[in-house]
């Protein structure tokens, strides 16, 4: 076994803890990594917090992991000692469903193992990334291109690749006029990802508070919500909106947004379920979609085209110990746009 440090949950309302962990032997394929950032993502708080229902304690949080190799198994040929690499959602699959073998394991049928409170094929329960190091299956570590930092490129192993997954599938580029919903941790690297792409992006967000921001990040146009306006103004304007927002809000008036043949595709998670119209899906042959992350490979593709084209998330580094307070400014929106852990403070 391998002695690390983490913070841990051991309840919904219980404060974390400083604690040591065990991590697994370094079998023949696994790769050890001293992980150095993690990324905050709202579903840790999610998690923690079991506002989804499923949290089983103790609890280590965190899937947006970048780190450097610190031993290899015998069997390993993709990574030496050395390597800068990341670990994202996912741990582990069946590697045997049509998922699995199309490079698809985020949905992979027998289950994908999450990298946190999920019960791996050793019959324990994944403890993730608010610690100091990780033993993860060669197949799940992808390497991080040189032009990326390790703290910026941490949240693209989840806030990324859940956009960029999207994006590729529902083929954004020169042809499609896309809105996002939201610029937040998700939304400001989606809003980069999709500029990239030749898209037309324009950027929906309650206030006006972030235009200057979504232009930077290379939005064309930006509308606030909350003006009564808007929806009116944008009716049947966009081939694909993404929302990224996992707050109650009213899908059917996003619906009404949508061009003929056009897709909202939902990759926040809200906690409540959410009601349809189906006239409004009928209107104008609407579709209405969900996506999560993507494949181990499409992670990789996503992590060197960021490179090549400069994105990144843009971060604030922070020590462990502030995790709960920043837990409660995420929980308000005083982000911009995601919270880093130095995992040399734990």
């Avoid at 974390?16 to 993502?41: M, Q, Y």
């Avoid at 944008?234 to 043949?261: C, M, P, Q, W």
Wanted: hydrophobic residues 40%; contains cysteine; aromatic residues 8%.
């Amino acid at each position: 076994m391998i002695d690390a440090r983490a913070y841990i949950a051991k309840s919904a309302t219980a404060s974390f803890e400083k604690t040591e962990i065990s991590r697994r032997a370094v079998g023949p394929l696994d790769v050890l990594i001293d992980i150095k950032f993690v990324g905050i993502c709202h579903s840790d708080i999610h998690t923690v917090r079991n506002e989804w229902g499923d949290a089983h304690y103790p609890i280590v949080p965190g899937h947006e992991i970048t780190g450097v190799v610190s031993g290899i198994g015998a069997s390993v040929t993709r990574y030496q000692v050395g390597d800068r690499v990341g670990v994202g959602c996912f741990v582990d699959s069946c590697g045997e469903c049509n998922a699995c073998r199309t490079g698809q394991e985020q949905y992979c049928t027998e289950g994908v193992i999450e990298t946190y409170n999920s019960v791996g094929r050793d019959g324990d329960w994944t403890l993730g990334g608010y610690s100091t190091k990780i033993v993860v299956t060669e197949h799940f570590v992808v390497r991080i291109p040189d032009g990326l930092a390790l703290d910026i490129a941490a949240p693209l192993l989840c806030a990324g690749i859940t956009m960029y997954s999207p994006l590729v599938y529902w083929k954004a580029g020169p042809e499609k006029n896309l809105a996002i919903v939201g610029l937040g941790g998700v939304g400001h690297v989606g809003v980069q990802i999709a500029h990239a792409m030749g898209a037309d992006v324009t950027v929906l967000s309650q206030s006006r508070g972030k235009e200057a921001d979504s232009r930077r990040f290379g939005a064309s146009s930006f509308y606030a919500t909350s003006n009564p306006d808007t929806f009116a103004r944008l009716r049947g304007k966009f081939d694909l909106i993404i929302n990224t927002v996992s707050a109650d809000i009213d899908i059917n008036t996003y619906l009404e947004l949508l061009a003929i043949n056009g897709t909202l595709v939902l990759v926040g998670l809200p906690e409540k379920p959410v009601e349809i119209q189906v006239f409004e899906l009928a209107a104008n042959r609407r579709s209405i979609a969900g996506s999560m992350v993507g494949g181990i490979v499409q992670t990789q593709e996503m992590l060197d085209y960021c490179a090549r084209h400069g994105i990144h998330a843009d971060v604030q580094v922070v020590d462990a110990g502030q995790v709960e307070d920043i837990y409660e400014k995420i929980i308000a929106n005083d982000v911009r746009y995601r919270y880093v852990i130095d995992c040399g403070t734990i």
